[in-house]
């Protein structure tokens, strides 16, 4: 079972593998509270996860190790596991659903382990994992269902306490629950004035949906970018766990995950994915209470893949109000144009890419669409321009992404 001596005996065995992160004071993220972040995202795996996967390996009998070393992960779980394998001298086998980024499979490979691919999610990976494991009779380790998984990442919550006095609440992402089981465990056994929110992707709550339901039930999809915490299932541990010790869970929406991973990149200069991002997405689109409160947001991982990253800023760019596209119906005449980018100029916004559309089958003969991409302000500066255009007569058709 899952106790406080557990996690402090994992913190012991860490030390000459896990690096004890640096809990930094993020000033420019929120002027609501005074907000920190842990970030994990610095790890030796570039996540926390290496934390669990290391100390549950290093408890294992000579008879465990020998038969090898079998897990499933989205990625970060999967790198922990041949990190700490690697280092072990055992081999490790993992199981991985085929939507998970080149980059953690690519680094899971470079780490010692044997990479499988599942088509699906990670509960589709788990049940490949589970069958291979009936044949051969290999050690599992699972990624958050375990209680020496959970006392490794419990650690994390010594490191708060010990690197910050008395914090109001901690902010922890959550997937299949291990991350902020062990978290809890530590820190409200040590200060339980700390408030503790979990956060989940609004596409993958499978432990809020299980709180509201009375048990742990099973999503029918977890389709989010957040891929690290895409599970289905909660763990049946991790559920009471949460139960007992987490004050509340949120979810945050996909727009909001990529704005938070801007924020962070752009204001920070921390790059988060999108699992690591849920915690600060909390607290800057106000799910939670922190009105001037001293806030941790653990930043769980930064492995996210640079070709969602493009892709996932010019998302949060859009959201925050700093992208738009306009489509303006206009009278195909000499001198619109012109018109048309003095408002803009006018308000500030700046002209990146112009289309003029003449041949839309709907239009009338001697009409055309013009698209603007604009680069903007703030939300509030986007209004303004579609405010004066519409003002001077002209027609704003449609807004597209």
Do not use: W
Request: glycine fraction near 10%; charged fraction near 20%.
């Amino acid at each position: 079972m899952l106790t406080l001596d557990k996690i402090y005996h994992a913190a012991f065995v860490l030390k000459k593998v896990a690096r004890k992160t640096d809990l930094i004071k993020a000033t420019k993220l929120s002027d609501q509270c005074e907000l920190y972040l842990k970030t994990e995202n610095l790890q030796e795996t570039g996540s926390f996860k290496l934390r669990g996967a290391y100390y549950k390996i290093s408890q294992l009998t000579d008879e465990e190790k020998a038969r090898g070393i079998l897990a499933c992960s989205a990625g970060n779980h999967a790198q922990g596991v041949a990190m700490a394998a690697t280092q072990s001298g055992i081999q490790a086998l993992i199981y991985m659903p085929d939507g998970a980024p080149i980059s953690k499979v690519e680094a899971t490979k470079q780490l010692g382990a044997e990479v499988r691919l599942v088509k699906g999610v990670y509960d589709d990976a788990y049940a490949a994992a589970m069958q291979h494991q009936a044949e051969t009779g290999a050690t599992f380790i699972h990624p958050f269902d375990d209680d020496q998984v959970i006392a490794g990442q419990g650690t994390i919550g010594l490191e708060i306490l010990d690197e910050l006095e008395n914090p109001d609440a901690v902010v922890v992402p959550i997937g299949g629950g291990g991350l902020i089981s062990g978290v809890a465990y530590a820190i409200k056994h040590l200060n339980p004035k700390v408030k503790i929110y979990g956060v989940q992707a609004a596409r993958a709550a499978s432990m809020a949906e299980s709180q509201k339901a009375g048990g742990p039930i099973t999503l029918d999809r977890a389709d989010t970018f957040a891929d690290g915490i895409a599970v289905k299932h909660p763990g049946d541990l991790t559920y009471q766990l949460v139960q007992d010790y987490v004050d509340e869970i949120v979810t945050v929406t996909e727009d909001e995950i990529a704005t938070a991973i801007l924020s962070l990149l752009e204001k920070q200069k921390v790059i988060a994915e999108g699992a690591g991002a849920v915690s600060v997405a909390a607290v800057l689109f106000g799910k939670i209470p922190v009105q001037g409160k001293k806030v941790v947001c653990i930043v769980s991982g930064g492995n996210i893949d640079v070709n969602i990253l493009s892709r996932v800023i010019t998302r949060g760019l859009v959201t925050s109000g700093r992208n738009v596209n306009l489509t303006i119906a206009l009278t195909d005449k000499p001198g619109q144009l012109m018109e048309v980018a003095d408002i803009v100029s006018r308000c500030g916004g700046n002209v990146v890419s112009v289309h003029h559309d003449r041949g839309e089958a709907n239009m009338a003969i001697t009409s055309c669409f013009l698209k603007l991409g604009l680069e903007t302000r703030d939300q509030a500066q986007i209004d303004q321009i579609k405010g004066e255009l519409t003002q001077a007569g002209f027609q704003l058709v449609t807004e597209r992404v």
